[in-house]
């Protein structure tokens, strides 16, 4: 995991066109580089179609520095994206949590950042992988369909907070490097969706005041999701 920084923000025009890429695009923008080059010695056309395509696969992993808010009891967005919904739900039945959560929907395009950041700080309690389908995941229903990967943490503050990464109809790798028994940290990068997707996050109902609403554009690791109650 990557630790979140806590230096000064950088608001320079460099920090914005120029982001750091994430190490799991590294191969595939390296790969589209020098096969751009070897194309533009063959064609001018297909050396201007691969370069554009590199220049894509670095957007497509760009890894831009976030400042995460200390404010207490605070749930910080794991993604980008536009919120789906706010709703009651039952946490997954694959991490085994009893009783009633609120669940934050985060929907994520092939145009915002797919790294993701943990939403608060804690122990990995358990990590689960579901495989399953690829339909659009703007549905309710690719919670349960869809190909998947599901985290528990034991929040410092005692409470069950579960986050799931969730493949979409172009997503087609889920990349979560948590490990069971970890000590995570808020805003700190754990994982990505690979071009876009969608993020549940599930708080534990009644202890939380949710500070968003659908449709609310949402930054990793800035964006406060939900405060816990007093």
């Given at each position: 995991m990557t630790k979140n920084n806590t230096a000064k923000p950088d608001f320079s025009i460099k920090s914005y066109l120029l982001p750091k890429i994430a190490p799991e695009g590294v191969e595939i923008f390296a790969i589209a580089v020098v096969s751009a080059l070897l194309l533009s010695l063959l064609?001018?056309?297909l050396g201007?179609?691969?370069f554009a395509f590199a220049i894509c696969s670095y957007y497509f992993f760009r890894d831009p520095e976030r400042y995460t808010p200390d404010t207490k009891g605070a749930v910080i967005s794991p993604a980008d994206g536009r919120v789906l919904f706010v709703k009651k739900a039952d946490y997954p039945k694959e991490l085994g949590v009893k009783g009633e959560a609120v669940k934050i929907s985060?929907?994520?395009s092939v145009f915002d950042v797919h790294v993701n950041r943990?939403?608060?700080s804690g122990k990995v309690a358990k990590v689960v992988y579901v495989p399953g389908k690829f339909i659009h995941a703007n549905l309710d229903k690719a919670s349960e369909d869809n190909e998947r990967s599901l985290t528990l943490i034991d929040a410092d503050g005692g409470d069950k907070v579960a986050y799931v990464q969730i493949a979409g109809l172009v997503a087609r790798?889920?990349?979560n490097n948590l490990k069971e028994g970890a000590k995570v940290e808020t805003g700190d990068r754990?994982?990505?969706i690979k071009f876009g997707s969608r993020l549940d996050?599930?708080?534990?109902a009644g202890k939380y005041d949710v500070k968003v609403m659908a449709g609310q554009k949402m930054v990793a690791g800035e964006t406060i999701l939900a405060t816990r109650k007093k």
């Open positions: 064609s001018n056309g201007m179609i691969a985060i929907f994520m943990n939403p608060v790798r889920i990349v754990f994982g990505l996050v599930y708080l534990p």
